[in-house]
Each structure stands twice: as structure tokens, then as C-alpha cells.
């Protein structure tokens, strides 16, 4: 078996991200999980947060995804995002707007379900720049 | 004979209309260009999201208590028709296609003794529909192919649809687009979404080794729950940006065929046009000569 995972990436879109990389860590709904070569076959649904992908030794990269799904196979591991932006294009004063345009939505409707989403949405968007970086 | 005039007349409005149908070509192309695009880089989304919930359905521990959007009410009493169409016309024979089939689908499902109900996406579908099938259509969805076509459209008629199933309004769904090929061909495609028809031949080739039961996070059922709404609507956008893009493919050739009609009876017209002239002047010369002679 190949030593590497093919991983896949994509978005309604489109294909963000397609190649072979050493592993990669998903946020899934219950707590993140790596997918390393020979992973069992798994499928969760993601909560907002970092995906990073580790290739040759230390080289990681941060990509932000919104949710989604993920399905992890012996050789493969497919990432369905509803929305993913690479960590480093994150914009801070976009994402605040967003999180206050949230915020109005859910003092209006306090049971809208997309606009709850939405703030969860916003605030890991924060989290993910400020925790970013630094780990 | 008609007069100069006239014939004049008759060039001039072809040619205007040739530059109007030839304008329409230009507007088609680029348009084209980029539903196509767009259309393209949503299959593999739409691909992958088969392919997962592919394998899924297939290693379904517990097939009776799946959701019945993917192993359907049990009957299949009424059909829903997801008709997409365009909203403009002078696309050549692109909204007329779609009708014939969904047409043809509503007659052999009637005789079959099934309900048959219309969701028309698309004002041209609808128009079309309305004469012959009107007490069936149920709703309908226009003007969504005016802006750029985005994922939110699809979650809209999506809604919709899966209200109707809550309400136990149909049993099957299908939807019926065209398929883009390439510019100058489109195919027509119908697809069962509810229940879901899996590809399961195909699966299998490719992936031997993947009957594994996979284990799931959250559970089974929570999961499911929330991956078939978004693979139906993932579907829909699909069949929305094929559709999109195979709209402006046909568009582009109906109008490359009326500019250059245009063009052969433009021709046709200046030659009668130079005929009938020449024969006017001829027939002066001989009013003069003989006009002359008598003298």
C-alpha cells in the first residue's frame, strides 16, 4: 500500500485541493481525527475549524472549511466542504462583519438556523486566524 | 415582379436581423464560456458526494430504518417531475426537447396508473407544460438564471422539494435536464433522486476491496439525516449548471444557424434585387430606342 493519502478537497464550486500528502487532521463533529495511510473506512460530519495537511516532514498547511463531510478510506480521504478558504487569505474585518451581521440576524430571529450556523461560521473563522500560527 | 423598393426593404430588415442574431451569438459565447466553466468545476463536488453516499447506502447495516430519502416511501404511487428549463427562448430546439421528454415520461407514467406532478424550473418549461398539463404542475421556480447561478438557488428549490416529500406529496422524484456535452450537443437526462438510484455496477468495479462497513461519526442515522439533503441538493445544483451552461451551447448555435440563413437570403435577395434592376434599366433603353426609332 502507498504511503501517502490521496487527498481530496472540494467545495459545490469547485475542486480546491486534489494531491497525495503524508496526513491530514480534520475537524470532524466530535472531535478532530487524522487520516494517515491504512485509515479504516470512516465518515463524519465537520464542525467549522482547520483542516491541516502535513507533506514531506514538517510542511503543513492550514485550509478553513465551514463544515461539511469527510470520508476517509484505506487510500483516500475525500473532504466535502460547504465552504473552505485557505487560512492565510482569511480577512479579519470581513469576518468580523459577518460575525455582527450574525449576530443582528439571530437578535431578530433567535431560531434561525442558518443564521446560528452562520455565527458558529464566524467565530471558528476567529478562532482559526488567532489560533493559526502560533501552535 | 415585386418592385425595388420593396426588395430593398426585405434586405435591409434580414440584415438587421442578422446583426441582431449575430450580437445574440456573441453574448451566447461568452456566457457560455463561463457556465461552462462553472458547470465543470461543480462535478467533481457533485461526483465525490455520489460517490460517498454510494458506498454508504451500500453498506447500510439497517436498510428498512434508512431514511426514506434514500430508500423511498415503499410505494411509488406519485411521481414528482423536476422539469428544468430556461427562461428565455430563441435557444433552438433546447426547451422543446425537455418538454418532449418530460412529456413522453408524464404519458407512460399515466398509463401506468401513477399521479404524476410537475415542478417546473424555468419559465419556458412551464409555458410549454401549462396547455396540456396544467392542473398538474405544482409549483414552479422562474428567473433563477438571471444572475450567476449560486449553490443558495439550488438550496431554494431544494427546500421546496423536500417540504412537498415531508407533506408525503410524491413518492418519486426525478428530475430531467440536459446534460452538457459540449456546445453543440446536449443530452437529455432524467434522474431518480428519491429514491435514491445508486450507481451500484459501476462501484463495484472500480472498488472490490470496499464492501468494509464504515464506521460512522455521529451516528448512523444523525448522519445520514444530514448527507442526504445535501446530496439532493448537490444533484439539483448539478442539473442546474449543466443545464445553465447547455442553455447558452444551444443558444450559440441557434444563432450561428439564423446569422448565416440570414446571410444565404441576404444573397438570394441582392441578386433578385440586381436582376429586377437590370431589367428595369433595360427596358428604359428600349422605351428610348424605339421611342427614338418612331421618329
Redo the contacts between chains.
Keep these: 500500500m502507498a504511503d501517502k493519502v490521496a487527498f481530496?478537497l472540494?467545495?459545490?464550486?469547485?475542486?480546491l485541493l486534489s494531491r497525495d500528502v503524508d496526513f491530514v487532521v480534520v475537524p470532524?463533529?466530535?472531535g478532530d481525527?487524522a487520516v494517515l495511510p491504512g485509515h479504516?473506512?470512516?465518515?463524519?460530519?465537520l464542525r467549522p475549524g482547520i483542516i491541516e495537511i502535513h507533506e514531506e516532514g514538517n510542511e503543513t498547511t492550514g485550509l478553513f472549511v465551514a463544515g461539511g463531510?469527510a470520508?476517509a478510506?484505506p487510500e483516500r480521504c475525500?473532504v466535502?466542504a460547504n465552504e473552505a478558504i485557505p487560512v492565510a487569505d482569511l480577512d479579519r474585518s470581513g469576518i468580523e462583519r459577518r460575525q455582527s451581521n450574525a449576530k443582528e440576524d439571530l437578535q431578530a430571529h433567535p431560531d434561525d438556523d442558518a443564521a446560528k450556523a452562520e455565527l458558529a461560521t464566524a467565530e471558528a473563522m476567529l478562532a482559526a486566524l488567532d489560533g493559526w500560527g502560533k501552535a | 415582379m415585386p418592385s425595388l423598393k420593396d426588395l430593398r426593404i426585405r434586405i435591409n430588415s434580414v440584415r438587421s436581423t442578422q446583426k441582431i442574431t449575430s450580437a445574440m451569438k456573441m453574448v451566447a459565447a461568452s456566457k457560455l464560456r463561463r457556465a461552462q466553466e462553472?458547470a465543470e468545476?461543480?462535478r467533481?463536488?457533485a461526483d465525490?458526494?455520489d460517490?460517498?453516499v454510494g458506498?454508504?447506502a451500500q453498506?447500510l447495516e439497517n436498510f428498512e430504518a434508512a431514511p426514506k430519502l434514500l430508500v423511498g416511501t415503499g410505494k411509488e404511487e406519485t411521481h414528482l417531475l423536476v422539469v428544468a428549463t430556461s427562461d428565455r427562448g430563441l435557444c433552438g430546439a433546447f426547451n422543446s426537447s425537455i418538454v418532449r421528454a418530460a412529456r413522453r415520461r408524464i404519458r407512460a407514467l399515466q398509463n401506468d396508473g401513477k399521479n404524476v406532478k410537475i415542478l417546473c424550473v424555468g419559465r419556458k418549461g412551464q409555458l410549454q407544460l401549462k396547455r396540456d398539463y396544467g392542473r398538474l404542475i405544482v409549483d414552479r421556480i422562474d428567473e433563477i438564471s438571471k444572475r450567476r447561478l449560486s449553490?443558495n438557488d439550488a438550496e431554494d428549490i431544494t427546500s421546496r422539494i423536500l417540504a412537498l416529500f415531508e407533506q408525503d406529496e410524491f413518492d418519486v422524484c426525478t428530475v430531467i435536464y440536459n446534460h452538457f456535452e459540449s456546445p453543440i450537443s446536449q443530452v437529455i437526462t432524467e434522474r431518480q433522486l428519491i429514491p435514491l438510484s445508486v450507481p451500484e455496477a459501476e462501484e463495484q468495479k472500480t472498488e472490490p476491496g470496499?464492501s468494509?462497513?464504515?464506521?460512522?461519526?455521529?451516528e448512523e442515522e444523525e448522519?445520514l439525516g444530514?448527507?442526504l439533503p445535501?446530496n439532493f441538493t448537490?444533484q439539483i445544483?448539478r442539473a442546474l449548471l449543466e443545464n445553465a451552461a447547455s442553455e447558452q451551447g444551444a443558444r450559440m448555435t441557434a444563432m450561428d444557424n439564423a446569422t448565416r440563413n440570414a446571410g444565404e437570403l441576404i444573397d438570394k435577395l441582392t441578386l433578385n434585387y440586381n436582376r429586377t434592376r437590370q431589367a428595369y434599366i433595360t427596358k428604359e433603353l428600349i422605351e428610348i430606342v424605339s421611342g427614338a426609332e418612331a421618329l
Excluded at chain 1, 472540494?10 to 475542486?15: A, G, I, M, N, Y
Excluded at chain 2, 468494509?212 to 455521529?218: D, G, K, Q, S, T
Design positions: 481530496e472540494v467545495s459545490p464550486e469547485k475542486l470532524g463533529a466530535e481525527f479504516a473506512p470512516f465518515l463524519s460530519s463531510f470520508e478510506t475525500t466535502l | 462553472q468545476a461543480g467533481p463536488y465525490r458526494m460517490r460517498m458506498s454508504l453498506s449553490f470496499l468494509a462497513i464504515y464506521e460512522y461519526e455521529p448522519l444530514q448527507l445535501r448537490v445544483y
